[in-house]
């Protein structure tokens, strides 16, 4: 952390040994089996994963999509997957029980260097 006359400021750390990552988050879509309204349901999920949902979805959340051909022209270029970049998936089993907690462990190491 570094102070200046009595503030503190984020120091940010590269961790250039860890792949980068995509995340599932924000959301996730899910249907139930016993919908009030299945057609309605399947309509919509079938509506969502359009390039035009998605591309509206990725203009309010700042987020990119995993479709190729959708607009990112107004997102910041850091949050766009580049192609030659290998990912890791956050959602993945192994990364949710071992691998978070080895990442975070890393960071509050790096935080409690002087």
């Known amino acids: 952390m ?3 006359e009595g503030f503190n400021f984020l120091e940010v750390f590269e961790l250039t040994d860890m792949p ?10 899910t249907l139930l089996n016993q919908a009030p309204h299945p057609n309605a349901a399947r309509v919509f999920a079938n ?6 949902a998605l591309e ?6 700042g987020y990119a999509t995993l479709r190729t051909d959708a607009d990112e022209s ?3 270029p850091e949050t766009i997957p580049r192609p030659e970049v290998k990912y890791f998936d956050d959602a993945d089993w192994q990364w949710a029980v071992s691998g ?3 990442a975070r462990k890393r960071v509050e190491n790096i935080l409690k260097a002087p």
Do not use: N
Request: aromatic residues 12%; without cysteine.
């Open 56 to 61: 509206i979805y990725s203009r309010a959340s």
């Open 47 to 52: 509506w969502i994963v359009s390039k035009e």
């Open 100 to 102: 978070r907690a080895e």
């Open 2 to 4: 570094l102070q200046q």
């Open 20 to 29: 980068g990552t995509l995340t599932s988050a924000p959301w996730l879509l």
């Open 74 to 76: 107004f997102l910041r």
